[in-house]
Every structure is written in C-alpha cells, then in structure tokens.
C-alpha cells in the first residue's frame, strides 16, 4: 500500500548502500510482513514487550491525551532500529533494547515514532509521493524528509517531558546510536560508511539532531530516567544471534550446526535479515548466503541448472567442484538492468542430503570488487566438531560495579570482537563508579 508508514529511526544502516540490489530483490517491499522478512521474525518476550508498550502509552497519553492506542512488537533481530506502520503499531528491534541504557531512552524512541504519527507525516508523504513518484528511493530507507525528522524530535522530546520521562535521553541515545554506527563501521574497515549509514538520503545529520534535542531538552523539567528498571529487564537479553539465527564472529559466518563457516573480506558489512545473511562490500557488491531445506533436494549442479539457473534467466559456464569439503556447483549469469549490468556468481553447496546452501555474489561488471566479493565464497570450508562448540551464544549481563573494579577487569569478562570500545560505548563512560551498573556481553 502506498501509505505506509515506513518510518527507520536512522535508516536501515548499511543497507542503504545496497538500494539497486534492494529493488531488484524487492524485499524492501511496503509493510509489515516485510519488515519481518527484512530484519527478522518476532521476538518472544511478552513481559518484556508489555513494558515497551507501556512506556510508549504513557508518552501518547500525555500528548494526545488518551486518544491514541499504542501497540509494540519486537523484532528478533541485532540491527537497532524502529518502525511505526499504518495501523498505529510500532516495531522495535531486539538490537534497539540492547542499546538503550533507560526506560527513558526507549521513551525517547517511541516518542520520535508518536510524533510522526501525530504530525501526520505518512500521509503528507504519501500526497507527495502520487504527484512525485520518485520521491521513495528504490532503498526504502529515509521515508520522512529531513524537516518532518526534525518535527517529530522535538514533539517527542516535548511529548516525554510530558509524561515524565528525562528529556535529556532522546540526545543521549541518539549520541550512542552514532557511536554505535561508527564502532560498526570501523569493525569492517570503512569508516567513511558510519556517516553513509547514519544520515541515509533525507535525514539530517546526526549531530544537528544530537545538538538540537540537547538544546530543546535543556529547558525542560529533568523528569526520572526509570534506568535500573530499564536494566533489570533487558538482563539476559540476545546479543548478536537469537538461538537458531546464524552467528557472526567479527567477519566469520559460522554455522555450528550444520558445521561450516565462511568469511567475509574486509570491507564488507554483514547483515542478518530473517531468512539470509547480506553482505555489503565495497562498489555495490553484495554477497547474498541462504539455504534451502527440502527432502530429497536434488544434487547442487542439477538444481543450479534446472532450477536456480532459470529462475535468474539462464546459468552459463556451470561446473561441479568440492568446496571446502562440500559438494557444490558454480555458474554465472549477467544481469543487465536500469542499474547498469551486473555479473552473478551462483553457488550451491550441497550441506547435506536435504539442505542446500547458496552464495549469491553480486558485482558490478569488471568491478575490482569482484575478486575480493567472490574469495568469500572460496573461504567455505566444513569445521570441526570442536571449532563448532566454541561458538556459544551470547548475552547482554547486567552487573554491579565492585570496589577497586577498572574498565580493564569489567572488559576482561566480556566475550565479543572489539570489547573495550564495545564497553565504553554501551555504558557511556571511562569510570564506572563503585556501585553503578554496567552492560557486558559474556557467554
Ligand atoms: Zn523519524
């Protein structure tokens, strides 16, 4: 439908930087099955989401004076972001209550969302988009124009303060969510990405937003932070993949079920989506990695030729080969669209007798990018039982500060890539006081 409210708090990340292949896939489709498809199922943690809610409706209350209805559903998914939908409904990832360090902080978000509804801006857009039909970029992302951000910040900021909430977190974690994009994109060796991927085409810089909501907040009464509540509830959380979803260690895709891994080249950003893992790289080149389970599948080389290959509008140059311990059968296909013309890589890997795996590798034609987007797939290789089990999932830990604790010794306990900045960048600080609470991830 044309009217949806597709609203991401920041944009979708990196995937902005993927908008042909996104239009060409559709899977950046209107609504919110798509959404789903996008980011990840739902998250089941009702208590948890009834919380969400009820901060959500205590922000509304106090603008609309009770005559909007809140409804949140939480997305199972790492990447941290927030949707509302035509129907009043408003989506928060899993990634985003990571994030948030208060009750505040999540006011904050759910604020921004309200006052887009309040204001009305989806249908605004949507006027504008029949009398401008290019107005939505192919990506999707960055439905809201800069000045319609900027008007729901500063109703949300107002409408927080309203309801009690501290004012002072909608810049507090807008500043964190930048950090957040900056750690990320640094973590795969493209810097220039964090502020691609922050801003998107219509939002205004984030430091604008950061200095703006700081200002209006100022000026408003100081309100509670409902921080320890905040915490206490998020203890335990997922951190990175849900139980079943594909784990990520820094660039490795590791499947400790099916036993294999493979790696992706520096430079390109990965993303679980619910079904598939994308993998963004430089000069447009995607690597797309997903699977099929069916009895009775048939071998790699005849499914790419019969099935797959069709599908794409023919496969040439099909071989069968070993991959990294696994059957497998590779072709190519060229691809020309409006978007230029693109070469296609297809793999597949038979994982064993029902399930095959894909590799899907996108790249502009004579692209440099080409090379180091295709050694991903030469990096498949099975792993052991024991380089399996070193994979353990992790979570976020809520913990006391102790007497005579340093960053050093509370980083010590963590267990993910990166951990000092990680730690400095959830809990905000150098100094952890004596008593305080801080966020680890840990095993
Ligand atoms: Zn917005």
């Known amino acids: 439908m044309a009217s949806t409210r597709r609203e991401f708090l920041l944009s979708t990340a990196l995937l902005a930087l993927a908008p042909r292949l996104a239009a060409a896939d559709a899977v950046l489709a209107e609504g919110a ?16 989401r009834d919380r969400v809610a009820r901060i959500g409706q205590r922000v509304a209350d106090a603008e609309t004076g009770g005559t909007m209805r809140v409804a949140v559903d939480l997305i199972d998914s790492d990447r941290v972001n927030a949707v509302a939908l035509p129907d009043g409904r408003i989506l928060v990832t899993r990634g985003l209550l990571a994030l948030a360090r208060s009750e505040a ?12 509804v309040v204001a009305d801006h989806a249908r605004l857009r949507a006027q504008r988009a029949q009398t401008r039909p290019d107005i939505a970029g192919p990506s999707g992302e960055a439905d809201f124009d800069q000045a319609q951000e900027r008007q729901a910040d500063r109703i949300g900021i107002e409408a ?3 309801a009690g909430y501290d004012p002072g977190a909608a810049p507090a974690f807008l500043a964190r969510l930048d950090a957040d994009h900056r750690l990320a994109a640094a973590l795969v060796g493209r810097p220039e990405l964090a502020s691609a991927a922050a801003n998107g085409a219509d939002h205004p810089e984030t430091a604008d937003r950061v200095a703006a909501a700081r200002a209006q907040a100022a000026a408003l009464p100081e309100g509670e932070s409902g921080e320890a509540e905040w915490l206490a509830a998020t203890d335990g959380l997922p951190w990175g993949e ?10 490795a895709v590791i499947d400790p079920v099916a036993r294999f891994r493979w790696d992706a080249p520096p430079g390109v950003a990965l993303m679980r989506q619910r079904r598939r893992v994308m993998g ?9 990695f997903d699977h099929l389970s069916q009895p009775g599948a048939l071998p790699a080389r005849l499914y790419l030729e019969r099935v797959w290959g069709k599908a794409v509008g023919g496969v040439r140059d099909v071989e069968a080969l070993d991959l990294g311990g696994f059957p497998a059968a590779r072709g190519r296909a060229l691809v020309a669209g409006a978007s230029g013309a693109w070469d296609v890589l297809l793999v597949m890997i038979e994982t064993s007798a029902e399930r095959r795996d894909r590799f899907t590798v996108l790249t502009r034609a004579g692209s440099p990018a080409q090379a180091p987007a295709r050694a991903a797939v030469d990096s498949f290789r099975r792993i052991s039982a024991a380089e399996a089990a070193k994979v353990r999932p992790r ?28 730690f400095r960048l959830l809990n905000d600080g150098d100094r952890p006081a004596p008593g305080s609470l801080v966020k680890l991830i840990v095993e």
Not at 33 to 48: H, I, N, R, S
């Open 33 to 48: 099955k798509d959404v789903q498809e996008e980011f990840g199922g739902p998250y089941q943690a009702p208590a948890l």
């Open 105 to 116: 902080e999540v006011a904050a978000v759910l604020a921004h969302e309200i006052g887009h």
């Open 160 to 162: 927080m303060a309203a």
């Open 242 to 251: 849900s139980p079943g979803q594909i784990p990520f260690r820094g660039q």
């Open 280 to 288: 963004v790289g430089p000069d447009e080149s995607v690597i797309l």
């Open 395 to 422: 979570r976020l830990a809520i913990a006391k500060v102790r007497p005579g604790d340093t960053v050093a010794s509370l980083v010590g306990r963590m267990r993910v890539e990166a951990a000092e900045d990680r």
